[in-house]
């Protein structure tokens, strides 16, 4: 299955955290990862005082299920110092899953596609370098 994931942070070494989670990606069993968009700085959403954020996108293909998926990501972010606090705090590493195929996932802890994806620039602007304006103008994210 083909999917997106966003990759972001703001804390320490924004960009070394990064290509560590990419290459704790790669070393992901039964995902492969197949494009990283640009990484790109930019403001910090949600209210919160913070430092700027490096984020990206990144297309994987994976034989995983979207819930395992996510906790494998959710491992990665522990391994490199991710502490859950406050909503929209500070991270050292942040990777979400935007799109899996075209699955629509409405549960609890997990909602595909990213719900507030579309309202967000950050995401929006590297996702697009992957997938394409006239794919998203086609309806692939609709």
């Not at 522990?78 to 500070?90: D, F, M, W, Y």
């Not at 595909?112 to 998203?136: A, D, N, Q, S, W």
Request: include cysteine; charged fraction near 35%.
């Amino acid at each position: 299955m083909l999917c997106y994931i966003s990759i972001g942070s703001n804390l320490g070494d924004r960009a070394k955290y990064i290509e560590n989670a990419i290459e704790k990606l790669k070393e992901t069993k039964g995902v492969k990862v197949k494009r990283i968009s640009s990484i790109y700085e930019t403001e910090p959403v949600g209210g919160l005082r913070q430092g700027k954020y490096l984020n990206g996108a990144i297309e994987v293909e994976t034989r995983l299920e979207p819930r395992e998926l996510m906790v494998k990501l959710q491992g990665i972010e522990k391994q490199l110092g991710r502490i859950r606090t406050v909503k929209n705090a500070s991270r050292t590493i942040d990777l979400d899953i935007l799109l899996y195929g075209d699955k629509k996932i409405d549960e609890f802890d997990l909602k595909i596609p990213h719900p507030k994806m579309y309202e967000r620039e950050f995401v929006m602007k590297p996702l697009k370098e992957l997938i394409g304006e006239e794919t998203l103008k086609g309806g692939f994210l609709s």
